[in-house]
């Protein structure tokens, strides 16, 4: 017979557990709010003061919007200082919230309570939830009035703090408790959880670096904001991106929690009863490690003459002692190593063999060319003059290049220009294992300058798509791009209509990231006159008639046959603020972002006497009269 | 009533409780009593719901025990090291047990907090071991436990607060059945409050008995003779527990009343005979003796 407890009493019992845990955190919780407090102060006062002192004037008015942005720059700054104080604080209440699973004198009181063990888990679990979370909340709740108050509403990179910090908070805490669990003492926990999160990101780069450098044209990129990058680094979750991942990382991990709890044998014990699933992740995780290291220096160095050997005399090498110490830190003696030697035993095989694949090519990835009669379609783009590069990935514009061009002599010319890729990469990139580590330690940094390469794509008639990236900063293709061959580029493809209307600013810009636009368009002797310029966002007029403008030349282009091209009738000029390239939300890019805007860069596009509907766009607007005649009280001309 | 079925648990390759059976009634006294290591601690813990024993269960008046609110909201545990944070107090802890405990009384949480000489506003981690004891103690008694587990309650406790503690469970255990569990090594202290002990060792229960037939199965006899008799085995035939001689001396520890074993000493002609009842103490070292667990086998 088993008394059941009632849901009410339950959730009672939980929030009881829950003031428990606020009273006996309220030490950290005060010097918090007093550290967020005085931090937020601190910024506050120096932004007022220094925008403010900027934003006066000579006649004795203030400029407002410098005082927005003064207030623009404390929001993120305080707003990251909250973040980053909570993150500390969050370390703190997490350890000490779990150290009842570990501490024996605590075990005796909570082991003991009237409270299922399942109940209470999850108890401490929406504790440490709502300790991390509400407080801080709380404190950027109190930056966004403050910023509100100023006319400056909250910035993007704010705003995702809030989902940022929840969904940090929860995969964290979640993943913390469940090694808590699986662990026998707080020490173990911490240190599991700092391995498992240091070793697996360094594992992935090492598995990327590889493809990279074996798998040659592998868009690659796509894989940056991958969850497979981050899978078990829930500190990752901090940065953004990836949300239903992290859901579901965060309801695994409370799930595994909540049915090992009831299983541990002892609240107290050395070693738990589930030590071992941590224990095996990062010893192998750690072997991978040391052993790829040693093994991709030896093989880049070319040790024996064989890199391939090289590589595994390195792994080997590296792998085994890593493994061993690993396994004598965890559990302090040596006598169980040879039960655990299977799993090990296990790893170096399917890595010697994948290496194999990858060094011998066997799948025959990096020398295949499709056929012209296969080919459906082809797409080549430049990414220097691609103006989504950066903001989407290689593999989307890949994929949407595919069907760019369908005529046969377009698509001789792109497979032309693949195979003297490949060509050069035979000819030149005789060991492979070299540029693992630029692949590894590069391909993941955010920097505009990453954005460029050529992307080669077929849609072949089977349904297939093909799709291939070259990098030019971490393989041999600079030294390809560099060369003779480089006149091999399809170059009339680039100046294309379709590429234009494809890929160009102009046409792909977002109408409100274009800051300003100037036309210059021929009178009727011939001679170009400057119409009008400095059409500038900040006014909604303005802002309107540009996007009026755009909106016709648009349409204007894709309306324009490829072959008609008469006699230039003017240019329209446009600048614009590129969007974000990386998506994740540091400090270091919030800051950058709000402090350097990218309206410098521009894009122009020629008109055509034909294009009607750009004419009557300029009538619209009040550049012409109704009767074609130029207007010279327009609001632009100055 | 408490019943254990085949209780095991193990740390690693250490067995700590043994297949242990065991049957508890409703408003008993029981001592745990037993060498180090023995597994006193351990079954309270397991009692308590702290461990899960790898075999066997524990049922509480028919409930299974582990893990289960219901059935541990009748019991209350006393480690041997009370837990406290920094900034406990008793008023502060009673927040807690008051809202978890289905029999928590006010007014039992006002009497003790006057009956022990004690603030229940000081911060608990800075009073003495003792102290810290009463503060569990009447935290326990507050919850109106119908089993009470107690680890070495007596450690670090004054005489009169013994005294105290010792009155105040009789007293729970008349009017309302409380049902005790003691470990201690403190022998002298439980012969004065249980009626019942339970003796392990290396994870066993020994022996399990009602003290005071427990008391009245053993004597200690003290035999002189003017000359020691030449015989082969001088107390054949009596069920001796030990032996301990001093020249003519035999300080003797047999089991059984006198009518039993008093005729076949007499028969030896000894010069001086006397006998009396053992107390915990000499019955648990006598025990254990026979267990292979005395200063001899030690040292």
Request: aromatic share 12%.
């Amino acid at each position: 017979m088993t008394q059941t407890v009632s849901f009410k009493d339950k959730l009672r019992h939980a929030f009881t557990v829950f003031k428990w845990e606020l009273r006996n955190c309220t030490g950290s919780l005060i010097v918090f709010a007093i550290l967020a407090g005085v931090a937020t102060t601190i910024i506050l006062t120096l932004a007022l003061t220094v925008g403010i002192a900027d934003a006066m004037n000579d006649d004795g008015s203030m400029d407002f919007e410098t005082v927005q942005n003064a207030v623009r720059i404390f929001q993120m700054i305080a707003s990251y200082a909250v973040f980053y104080i909570n993150a500390v604080f969050t370390i703190i209440y997490t350890i000490k919230i779990y150290s009842y699973l570990h501490d024996k004198r605590k075990a005796d009181m909570y082991g003991a309570l009237p409270i299922s063990r399942r109940t209470f888990f999850v108890a401490k679990t929406i504790s440490a939830y709502l300790l991390s979370i509400v407080p801080t909340y709380f404190f950027l709740g109190i930056i966004a009035v403050i910023s509100v108050a100023f006319g400056q509403p909250l910035v993007t990179e704010v705003t995702a703090l809030y989902l940022n910090l929840l969904l940090g908070a929860i995969a964290c805490i979640s993943f913390y408790a469940l090694l808590a669990v699986c662990c026998g003492t707080t020490p173990n926990t911490v240190l599991s959880f700092i391995a498992v999160n240091l070793a697996y990101p360094i594992a992935a780069l090492f598995i990327k670096g590889t493809i990279k450098a074996f798998f040659i044209g592998l868009p690659a990129s796509r894989y940056n904001e991958s969850f497979i990058m981050k899978a078990l680094n829930p500190l990752a979750a901090y940065i953004g991106g990836n949300v239903v991942y992290w859901i579901l990382f965060t309801a695994a991990c409370l799930a595994l929690g909540i049915w090992l709890v009831k299983k541990r044998k002892a609240e107290c014990a050395q070693t738990s009863f589930a030590y071992y699933l941590p224990v095996y992740i990062v010893k192998l995780l750690v072997a991978f490690i040391i052993g790829m290291f040693l093994g991709v220096l030896f093989a880049s160095l070319n040790v024996f003459g064989m890199p391939f050997l090289a590589f595994i005399f390195g792994f080997s090498l590296g792998s085994m002692p890593a493994y061993v110490i690993a396994h004598l830190i965890f559990y302090k003696e040596i006598r169980s190593i040879p039960q655990t030697l299977i799993a090990f035993g296990g790893m170096c095989v399917v890595v010697v063999a994948l290496m194999g694949v990858c060094h011998f090519d066997v799948t025959g990835y990096s020398r295949y060319v499709p056929k012209t009669e296969e080919i459906a379609s082809a797409g080549f783009i430049d990414l220097e003059n691609c103006y989504q590069a950066g903001s989407e990935s290689v593999y989307t514009l890949a994929d949407m290049a595919a069907n760019d061009f369908e005529k046969p002599e377009q698509v001789d010319k792109i497979t032309a220009y693949h195979r003297s890729v490949i060509e050069v990469y035979n000819q030149k990139d005789s060991n492979r294992y070299a540029n693992i580590w630029g692949n590894m330690l590069l391909s993941n940094f955010p920097l505009d300058w990453s954005n460029d390469g050529t992307i080669v794509s077929y849609q072949l008639k089977s349904g297939r798509k093909i799709m291939r990236y070259y990098d030019p900063h971490f393989t041999l293709f600079s030294t390809y791009s560099n060369s003779a061959a480089e006149s091999l580029e399809p170059t009339e493809l680039l100046d294309s209509e379709t590429y234009f209307a494809n890929y160009s600013a102009f046409m792909q810009s977002p109408s409100g990231n274009v800051t300003d636009m100037t036309l210059l368009i021929k009178n009727k002797n011939g001679r170009p006159l400057r119409i009008a310029e400095n059409v500038l966002v900040g006014d909604a007029q303005a802002a309107a008639d540009r996007e009026t403008l755009l909106n016709a030349i648009r349409a204007d282009v894709s309306a324009r046959p490829e072959t008609e091209r008469a006699a230039s009738s003017g240019t329209v000029t446009i600048a614009y603020t590129r969007q974000k390239p990386h998506s994740d939300n540091s400090l270091f890019n919030a800051v950058f972002s709000t402090i350097f805007y990218y309206d410098d860069t521009t894009d122009s596009c020629e008109v055509y006497p034909n294009d009607k509907r750009f004419k009557e766009a300029l009538v619209q607007i009040g550049i012409f009269n109704s009767d074609g005649t130029y207007n010279e009280n327009n609001r632009y001309t100055k | 009533m408490l019943e254990i079925k085949g209780l095991t648990k193990r740390f690693d390759k250490v067995v700590a409780v043994d297949h242990l059976n065991l049957q508890i009634d409703r408003g008993a006294v029981m001592g745990l009593v037993g060498s180090n290591g023995s597994g006193k601690s351990t079954l309270l813990r397991m009692l308590a719901g702290v461990f899960r024993g790898e075999e066997g269960e524990i049922f509480l008046d028919g409930m299974p025990l582990f893990d289960n609110p219901a059935a541990k909201g009748k019991c209350f545990f006393i480690p041997d090291f009370p837990f406290f944070y920094n900034n406990s107090t008793i008023e502060n802890t009673a927040v807690l047990y008051r809202e978890l405990y289905p029999n928590w009384s006010d007014a039992a949480y006002q009497r003790y907090c006057t009956v022990f000489p004690i603030d229940p506003k000081d911060r608990i981690i800075n009073m003495s071991k003792g102290m810290q004891r009463q503060a569990a103690l009447i935290l326990a008694l507050s919850t109106c436990p119908q089993y009470l587990f107690l680890d070495e309650i007596f450690d670090g406790l004054d005489p009169v607060v013994r005294h105290l503690l010792k009155r105040i469970l009789i007293e729970h255990v008349a009017e309302h059945h409380l049902t005790v569990i003691i470990a201690s090594h403190n022998l002298r202290e439980l012969e004065d409050l249980c009626d019942r002990i339970c003796l392990m060792h290396r994870g066993k229960v020994l022996m399990e008995r009602d003290l005071d037939s427990l008391r009245m199965d053993y004597r200690k006899v003290q035999v002189a003779f003017r000359e020691i008799p030449n015989v082969p085995n001088l107390f054949a035939g009596i069920p001796v527990v030990s032996v301990w001689r001093n020249g003519n001396v035999f300080n003797v520890t047999i089991r059984g009343d006198e009518s039993s074993f008093m005729p076949a000493l007499e028969a030896l002609q000894p010069a001086y005979i006397s006998a009396m009842p053992l107390t915990l103490e000499e019955i648990f070292i006598s025990e254990m003796g026979a267990a292979g667990y005395d200063t001899n086998s030690i040292l």
